[in-house]
Structures are given as structure tokens and as C-alpha cells.
């Protein structure tokens, strides 16, 4: 069989807006990745990516623009998986551009991404079934577009990357995933509750793919990985870093206990700042 470039492969997913058949060809990826038959050969040009393959709704307006329901009404039930459902989808782009964009890193480096890849995808196909069942589809409520703005500025260096996106934005995930869970208890959402569990547990393996692929460009590059962390936190992040942080989960995520140090300071800041 003729072998399949991996990087022009994983554009058509990348680029591809049509749910079903995004599915249909991350599937064929894994497929060919468990076949061994994919090349790697670098392409000629490697685009920018303002706007990725995704559906023309949910319609994206800013962050602010978004309502403010309470978990408490279907409505507002509803919406919180809408948002989930719409991180989840996001996160196979972002998985799928960690690879089309990086050309030059080990093939290990690839087979990490493409596993996630796989794994957003079924979360994403977990969400969409228990929206399904609160009666609502994806596209239903509008969503921001947060996470891609944040790939597009990072997607310059690997490096910058992998701290900015999985190492601030994905982990962000892992500290307000428990109290979401909470929330879905509260309300009686069993089926949420397990499906969140399992977002968290896999959350924290994607967590520390991006330590891992970090570190060893950090190990390359002669760079010491908390300091350079901190930098380009100074440099890329919109805002103020906040807690409440999950330590555990970030510590089995790769976080060093120097970082985890660091964060409980910040957490201590926030919290002389709002008492
Ligand atoms: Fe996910």
C-alpha cells in the first residue's frame, strides 16, 4: 500500500467541518497510525489557522456576550454540557493542529497527539448523547471561541504551544472539573457525573502529554522549565493566573513541586485579594 503523508492527513481532519464525517476521518488516522502507514514527511508551506473546520453553529460571540444561566433550570442544565460539548470539540482541533503544525518532532511526539485526539473526540460523542437526552444538540446555545485564539497566537513554537495550551488552558480543566461534578450531583445528573469523571481522568493524561513534549523541548533547547514556564505565562496568558488549583491532579499531570509551590502562592494572593 502506498503510504499517506501524516501531515496532510491530519489537515483534511483538521480542516473538516462536518461532525460526522471529522469523526469519520480521525477514525481513519487511527486506524492508518495502528497500520504504520503514515510518512513523515515535513510539507512545503505550513499554514496559519485563524478559523478551523467546524460546524457554522454554535455561533461564537465573546466570552461576555455569553449568558449566565444557573445549573438549576434545563435551560441552564443544558447550557453547561453545551459548553463542555463545545471545549471537547475544540480539543480535537487543538490535538490535530499539535501535529499538522509541528513537523519536526519525534514520532512519539505524534502518537501522543493522535491519542488525543481520539479521546476528545469520544468525549465529545459522550456530551453530545446526554445533551441529546436534556433535549438539545450541539450548535443549540452560542459559545467563545477562547481556546482557538490562544492556538492561533501559540502556533509559532512548539514550545509556547505546549505551555499556553495544554500545560495553562487544558489544565485549567483539571481545577474546575471537581466542582462542576458537585454541581451535577446536586441536581441529581448521574450520567453527567460519570461522564465528567471520566473527562477528568483522561484530562490529566492530556495535561501531561503537553509536560511531557514541554520538557523535552526545554531539555533541547538548554532552557530550565520553570523559569521559561513563567515567562511565557508573562507573555501569552490574558489575565490573572487564578485558583482554586487541583494539586493532585495537576501533580499527576507533570507539574513539578516547584510549580505546584508556585500556584499555592498565587492561590493565597487571590485569596488575601478577594478577603
Ligand atoms: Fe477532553
Redesign the pocket.
Known sequence: MTKINLFSAVLDCLMCDDLSQKVQLLDKLLFNWSERNFVFEPLNSIMRIADPGRPAKPELVPPKALPRRGIGSPEGHAALMHSIAH??FN?INLALDAIYRFQAMPYNYYQDWLGVAG??AY?FQLIREHLDQLGYDYGDFPAHNGLWLTTYETDHDVLVRMAMVPRTLEARGLDVTPAMIKKLRAIGDRRGVEILKI?LR??IG?VAVGTRWYRYVCVQRGLNPFDEFQRLLGLYFHGNIRGPFNYDARREAGFSEQEIEWLRSLEQQTFERVS
Open positions: 471545549i471537547e480539543a479521546e476528545e468525549h473527562l483522561d484530562e492530556h
